[in-house]
Nanobody
């Protein structure tokens, strides 16, 4: 059974920082790419970053480039999202995700999400 569990969200003032973590079980973690998404209130879920199995990171959202850093620790089955210089528009539920393909069928696995609120 694949399980993803995010942690580290909370309320922070503009300009502050948070580090999210996502711990994964049920897969050979070090062979899977991991993804960070977010969903602001009333908006669609947005892909932020991909962290490949070997640690290479690609950022999909221009709005977070230079402020957010995604990484992983394969020894701990955990992926991280360091968020710096947070802005009110970063307020969202943040999710980690991974994808498994079996016999040509895609399965997406999601954590429960963690709320990040940026407000003074």
């Amino acid at each position: 059974q694949v399980q993803l569990a995010e942690s580290g969200g909370g309320l922070v003032q503009p300009g502050g920082s948070l580090r999210l973590a996502c711990t994964v079980s049920g897969i050979m973690f070090d062979t899977y790419a991991m993804y960070w998404y977010r969903q602001p209130p009333g908006k669609q879920r947005e892909l932020l970053a991909e962290v490949r199995a070997g640690g290479t990171t690609n950022y999909a959202a221009e709005s977070v480039k230079g402020r957010f850093i995604a990484s992983r620790d394969n020894a701990k089955n955990t992926v991280y999202l360091q968020m710096n210089n947070l802005k009110p528009e970063d307020t969202a539920v943040y999710y980690c995700n991974t994808v498994r393909w079996e016999a040509g069928v895609r399965d997406d696995f999601w954590g429960q999400g963690t709320q990040v609120s940026v407000s003074s």
